[in-house]
Nanobody
């Protein structure tokens, strides 16, 4: 069973940076893609950033220029580096891994942007 564990959420001041980590229970290159999603109460889970096994990266328009997704296969970890955070970035961030259209999810980590 694939396990994904997110780290790094918390309270951050507006304009500040934050890095989220997602540790996978197996080789991340076994996955077709890995991604970060955000979900606020009452809303659908939305893609923030993704990276496929070949290294192709996609970002949501709302975060382009402020977010970087990266990975390290030796650590089986994917990161989401965020900067210039605003209260609109407040949400629960979920790590996602996909294999043959089967999705696996982490438990989520809350990020709150507030002064």
């Amino acid at each position: 069973q694939v396990q994904l564990v997110e780290y790094g959420g918390g309270l951050v001041q507006p304009g500040g940076p934050l890095r989220l980590s997602c540790a996978a229970s197996e080789n991340i290159f076994n996955f077709d893609s890995m991604a970060w999603y955000g979900q606020s109460p009452g809303k659908q889970r939305e893609l923030v950033a993704s990276i496929n096994v070949g290294g192709k990266i996609n970002y949501a328009d709302s975060v382009k220029g402020r977010v970087t997704i990266s990975r390290d296969g030796t650590k089986n970890t994917v990161w989401l580096q965020m900067s210039s955070l605003s209260p609109e970035d407040t949400t629960v961030y979920y790590c996602n891994a996909q294999i043959l259209h089967v999705n696996y999810w982490g438990q989520g980590t809350q990020v709150t942007v507030s002064s």
